[in-house]
């Protein structure tokens, strides 16, 4: 079992930033692929970011490349969802997510996710 708790959402203006954090629980954490999720209102969850195990390999959405960085800490248990250049489209509830096998595209499906946090509420004022 892993327990997720995200922390770090808030309000913020546009063009500003924000860190999201995600704690695990537990002594496997560095087993898991680790995702950035979001889901808006009347929308469909999203990845937002991904990071392998090491964290040698991140993938990001197309609409958040070169403005969100993801990260982790196998040390601290803790992935990093860095937010620069926040847009009011930004505006949803974040999630982080813990995968023990996808790979590939496998990885941006909801379902490949074995362990969900809360969720933290961004939200981006224009």
């Known amino acids: 079992q892993v327990q997720l708790v995200e922390s770090g959402g808030g309000l913020v203006q546009a063009g500003g930033t924000r860190r999201l954090s995600c704690a695990a629980s537990?002594?496997?954490?560095?087993?898991?692929?680790m995702g950035w999720f979001r889901q808006a209102p009347g929308k469909e969850r999203e990845l937002v970011a991904r990071i392998n195990r090491s964290g040698g390999t991140t993938n990001y959405a197309d609409s958040v490349k070169g403005r969100f960085t993801i990260s982790r800490d196998n040390a601290k248990n803790t992935v990093y969802l860095q937010m620069n250049s926040l847009e009011p489209e930004d505006t949803a509830v974040y999630y982080c997510?813990?995968?023990?096998?996808?790979?590939?595209?496998?990885?941006?499906?909801?379902?490949?996710?074995?362990?969900w946090g809360q969720g933290t509420q961004v939200t981006v004022s224009s």
């Open positions: 537990g002594r496997t954490f560095s087993t898991y692929t």
């Open positions: 997510a813990a995968s023990k096998f996808c790979s590939g595209y496998g990885c941006y499906d909801p379902g490949n996710y074995n362990y």
